[in-house]
């Protein structure tokens, strides 16, 4: 186990939680002032998706030809050669633009990113390695809007932020061994589909947790705003979400690799389900801070654990393909959240967002309880 390189990975991608968390608000926020809606801020939420499926689909071929440090190294500047110009070019059009390339480029981050750490696992503990990954993740999340309240609003500081991240991140890779081989295989939607139709449950609950993520960066704090709270709780209520889900990753991974994995992913999905629920009924009570942080955990839970079924399966190229699809599902998750939310936010109900993690949730446990997809049987006892 190189636990160097094991650490040095996961700081990489770590630094675009960190980023992100920093910028993503501020990009919301900085919308809101300039009298833009609710769809037009989801349809900024939602343009790195797109990103992600252009950067899913190029992954494999450009990783066969560059090597995978290496171009995980240059696609971490090119993202903060993009936050440079969001800091420069204030234009919505722009912004489009750069929020397009960013979702490219730190797509195929996270590809190569979390397949060279689900490689580097050893298997008795591949369910704490890839928790403390995504622990780790979570963290880098919630620091973000907790610094964004430090640096202010006003000025693009964040923006510079940001940038040294991931200029940063990009140095931690230096002479980092043991990636994946790749062999130049790129995602395609055929493969897509067989993907899904395989393994249901773990597609949808990708799906799921990249429209929360999204939706919990950039729409949860205008919710909050529009639910009567200022600009600094609102953005403390994102930042609780994700506490949640950094609090509770490592004891996830502990039980994945001590019990039944189908189990514990049928448990986070309820959880998520009565937590979604209970948001609208208990926001302005005391009693929505812990429900925040149930939801932010039950979220992560899902991620977490598909990740950890996945590189218990696939090896080298076989595993950056899979990846390449979770990127993939992701993008779709990350386009379809925001849009959809933002949109039922305008035009049907103020309390959209956590109804429709509701309507999710309740989908992956109809799939969870019914599927007897060939993943969740593989990884079902630990």
Excluded: K
Excluded at 40 to 67: D, F, H, K, N, Q
Excluded at 123 to 141: C, N
Excluded at 211 to 217: D, G, S
Excluded at 286 to 306: D, E, H, K, M, N
Aim: overall charge neutral; aromatic content about 8%; glycine content about 12%.
């Amino acid at each position: 186990m190189r636990w160097g390189t094991y650490f040095a990975v996961c700081m990489a991608v770590i630094s675009i939680g960190l980023a992100l968390g920093v910028t993503m608000p501020l990009v919301s926020l900085r919308l809101e002032s300039w009298g833009h809606g609710s769809f037009a801020i989801g349809v900024m939420a939602a343009t790195p998706a797109i990103g992600v499926l252009l950067g899913a689909s190029i992954a494999g071929r450009l990783a066969a030809w560059l090597g995978t440090a290496r171009l995980m190294q240059a696609c971490l500047l090119v993202g903060a050669m993009s936050i440079v110009l969001l800091a420069l070019i204030q234009n919505y059009a722009v912004w489009l633009g750069l929020r397009l390339f960013i979702g490219v480029a730190l797509t195929v981050v996270f590809i190569l990113g979390e397949s060279w750490i689900n490689q580097l696992a050893v298997e008795h503990l591949r369910g704490r390695l890839v928790a403390l990954y995504g622990t780790g993740y979570a963290l880098s999340q919630l620091s973000g809007p907790l610094l964004l309240t430090v640096l202010g609003t006003d000025s693009d500081l964040a923006f510079w932020v940001g940038t040294g991240l991931l200029v940063g991140g990009s140095l931690l890779l230096l002479g980092r061994t043991g990636a994946p081989s790749v062999g130049g295989h790129s995602a395609s939607g055929r493969d897509l589909l067989v993907f899904c139709r395989r393994m249901p449950t773990i597609a949808w609950a990708v799906m799921l947790f990249a429209a929360f993520e999204a939706m919990m960066l950039t729409l949860l704090p205008i919710y909050g705003l529009r639910q009567g709270f200022t600009q600094e709780v609102a953005l403390l209520m994102a930042s609780v979400v994700v506490v949640g889900d950094a609090a509770l990753q490592l004891p996830i991974g502990w039980l994945a690799d001590q019990m039944s994995r189908r189990t514990l992913f049928r448990g986070c999905g309820v959880v998520l389900l009565l937590s979604s629920l209970g948001i609208p009924l208990l926001l302005h009570t005391p009693l929505i801070w812990p429900l925040w942080v149930l939801f932010g955990a039950s979220a992560g839970g899902l991620f977490t654990l598909s990740l950890i079924l996945i590189g218990e399966r696939f090896r080298d190229d076989e595993l950056v393909s899979a990846n390449a699809h979770v990127a993939q599902l992701w993008g779709i998750g990350c386009l379809v959240g925001p849009l959809a939310t933002g949109a039922a936010s305008q035009w049907i109900s103020g309390h959209a967002l956590p109804l429709l993690m509701a309507v999710g949730a309740a989908g992956f446990i109809w799939l969870a309880w019914r599927s007897d997809d060939e993943l969740l049987t593989a990884g079902a006892t630990r």
